[in-house]
């Protein structure tokens, strides 16, 4: 595929120019193009596409949509332009964590009024900024006409498919955070400027945990960085027209350059469904450890085989580019370093700190030996079946998941954190390399 840098669009202020995301031009407007982009696999922008052919393309507009739709819902609405980052309730760490941003979700607005606010130009300092957000469906079979022909951008995986409307006054930002699905981002109106890294970026965005409300999101506020001194960054502003097409949990984040309206179109990966097979997998039973010791809980068996099946499972990760002990520090630095849990000061961690890591735990494990192999076995032959680009960010909610499902969600990181002060007892006794 010949890719072409046109840099015939101006970047806003703030932007840098040598950072752009490759275009790609097509010479026939009608023919498809998503499964040679999904073959290229990274970001790129595909231009005089059959996009060109949507009644939405020329249509899109306040006054056309104002007709169309009467009442607009769930719309996000805030005193200053930044959405996100997303929290959701139902997460593991929800009940001692709180949103570090808040922000009306569930506003219901005529649509007259909706548009009439996004689009007044008069105000330089608007009193409050509009957001919307939706699947197309909500808008009904008109709007699904209105995109026709679609089922090329829906081809990755049909039947794992959605479609979004989003439409939102200038200005608007929409905080960093990556999606585990194909995105193919279509710009209708207005200018969107995009600033994207890829998945290998966690550390330098510091990811929230995997249990978090905020998971796939990104602690460090993009806006206040030089995005510049982050390898792999890439910045693009979009044209009313212009398809971006975002692989698998690549990080990015938006900002209206215009008031804006585009659609993007999610397809489900063989990534997720893979993670999820490793999830389903049973972790060996802890009948064969029981003990007459006192001084080794129940709580402190599953801790100790927490930290045992991640050592063994990493050990068996071929494309892991650090030590086992160096990647669990770093998940648990990066991801929960910065975080301040609303925990209560009498709680302290279920497992006997003095037995954890000693030589009476130690004993029991030629108990489960096979056992725990055969489950290392079983998830490394999955989770090296992840492209190599997208491994690190799955492995570390990975290693999450085991801990919080052993340790329980609020002792995830004390138990993380014991992972090195535990590694030399580990590898010693498991020949964890």
């Known amino acids: 595929m010949s890719l072409s840098n046109n840099n015939t669009h101006s970047f806003p202020s703030g932007a840098h120019p040598g950072l752009e995301v490759p275009r790609w031009r097509m010479s026939d407007n009608n023919k498809p193009f998503a499964n040679k982009i999904l073959q290229y696999g990274k970001p790129i922008v595909i231009e005089n596409s059959f996009i060109q052919h949507w009644k939405a393309a020329s249509k899109w507009n306040?006054?056309?949509?104002?007709?169309?739709?009467?009442?607009?819902?769930?719309?996000?609405?805030?005193s200053y332009p930044y959405f996100g980052p997303y929290y959701d309730t139902t997460r593991p760490l929800s009940q001692w964590t709180s949103p570090s941003n808040r922000y009306a979700s569930n506003v219901t607005i005529s649509s007259s009024k909706f548009f009439n606010h996004i689009s007044d130009e008069s105000s330089s300092d608007p009193k409050h900024f509009l957001y919307y957000s939706g699947e197309?469906?909500?808008?009904?079979?008109?709007?699904?006409?209105?995109?026709?022909p679609y089922a090329?951008?829906?081809?990755?995986?049909?039947?794992?498919?959605?479609?979004?409307?989003?439409?939102?006054?200038?200005?608007?930002?929409?905080?960093?955070?990556?999606?585990?699905?194909?995105?193919f981002y279509v710009q209708l109106r207005g200018r969107k400027k995009f600033t994207l890294f890829p998945p290998s970026s966690w550390a330098h965005l510091q990811v929230f945990p995997f249990l978090h409300p905020s998971h796939a999101q990104c602690q460090v506020n993009v806006s206040e960085i030089d995005v510049s001194q982050i390898p792999g960054a890439q910045q693009v502003v979009l044209n009313a027209g212009d398809v971006l097409y975002l692989p698998p949990?690549?990080?990015?984040?938006?900002e209206a350059v215009d008031e804006s309206v585009s659609l993007n179109v999610w397809t489900d990966t063989p990534q997720s469904g893979l993670v999820q097979a490793v999830f389903a997998?049973?972790?060996?039973?802890?009948?064969?450890?029981?003990?007459?010791?006192?001084?080794?809980?129940?709580a402190t068996l599953q801790a100790w085989m927490a930290l045992v099946l991640i050592g063994r499972v990493l050990q068996h990760i071929t494309e892991l580019d650090s030590t086992v002990g160096d990647f669990v520090n770093q998940v648990s630095s990066v991801r929960f370093g910065r975080l301040k849990l609303q925990l209560d000061e009498d709680q302290v961690v279920p497992w006997n700190q003095d037995v954890i890591c000693s030589e009476a735990t130690q004993s029991l494990a030629p108990r489960i030996e096979v056992n725990v192999e055969t489950y290392a076995k079983g998830v490394?032959?999955?989770?090296?079946?992840?492209?190599?680009?997208?491994?690190?960010?799955w492995l570390g909610n990975y290693v999450e998941f085991v801990a919080a499902s052993l340790a329980g969600p609020?002792?995830?990181?004390?138990?993380?954190?014991?992972?090195?002060?535990c590694t030399a007892d580990i590898v010693k006794f498991h020949h964890i390399e």
Request: charged share 20%; aromatic share 10%; proline share 6%.
């Open 249 to 254: 949990l690549h990080f990015h984040h938006v």
């Open 62 to 78: 306040p006054g056309y949509l104002k007709n169309k739709v009467k009442q607009l819902t769930k719309v996000y609405k805030n």
């Open 136 to 148: 197309i469906e909500r808008f009904g079979k008109w709007a699904l006409d209105d995109i026709s």
């Open 281 to 298: 997998i049973p972790f060996p039973s802890l009948e064969k450890l029981k003990t007459t010791d006192t001084s080794i809980s129940i």
């Open 380 to 393: 490394s032959r999955v989770l090296n079946q992840l492209p190599p680009n997208t491994l690190q960010l």
């Open 410 to 421: 609020r002792f995830t990181h004390d138990l993380l954190s014991r992972f090195n002060d």
């Open 152 to 183: 090329d951008l829906i081809s990755p995986m049909p039947e794992s498919s959605s479609i979004n409307v989003w439409i939102g006054q200038k200005g608007v930002i929409a905080h960093c955070h990556y999606d585990g699905y194909h995105n």
